[in-house]
């Protein structure tokens, strides 16, 4: 049975940094964060390949959010910096065995439960 948990979210100011993690009982899928916001629909964040060689961020978090994993660790991570009030969202740790650009665009296997965060201004 498959299992991503994620943690790390929490309330914090614009202009702020946070630090994602989903812990994944799986390995060598391509993985990937997305985030809805309150009233919006899911929307893609940022993908990393199976062997982390290959990143795709949206362009709205491009040079400030960083997507990395831990294989050994089976753990997937999300550096946010330079936090804004839009960035405010339940963020979801994803998974997906299918080439990665299908995971930016919603080809998702598996979806963890999400994990709040939010951003005051």
């Known amino acids: 049975q498959v299992h991503l948990v994620e943690s790390g979210g929490g309330l914090v100011q614009a202009g702020d940094s946070l630090s994602l993690s989903c812990a994944a009982s799986l390995r060598r899928y391509n993985m990937a964060w997305f985030r809805q916001g309150p009233g919006k629909e899911r929307e893609f964040v940022a993908a990393i390949s199976w062997s982390g060689s290959s990143t795709y961020y949206a362009d709205s978090v491009k040079d400030r959010f960083t997507i990395s994993r831990d294989n050994a660790k089976n753990t997937l991570y999300l550096q946010m910096n330079s936090l804004k009030p839009e960035d405010t969202a339940v963020y979801y740790c994803?998974?997906?065995?299918?080439?990665?650009?299908?995971?930016?665009?919603?080809?998702?296997?598996?979806w963890g439960q999400g994990t709040q965060v939010t951003v005051s201004s």
């Open positions: 994803a998974a997906g065995s299918d080439g990665i650009y299908y995971i930016t665009q919603g080809s998702v296997q598996y």
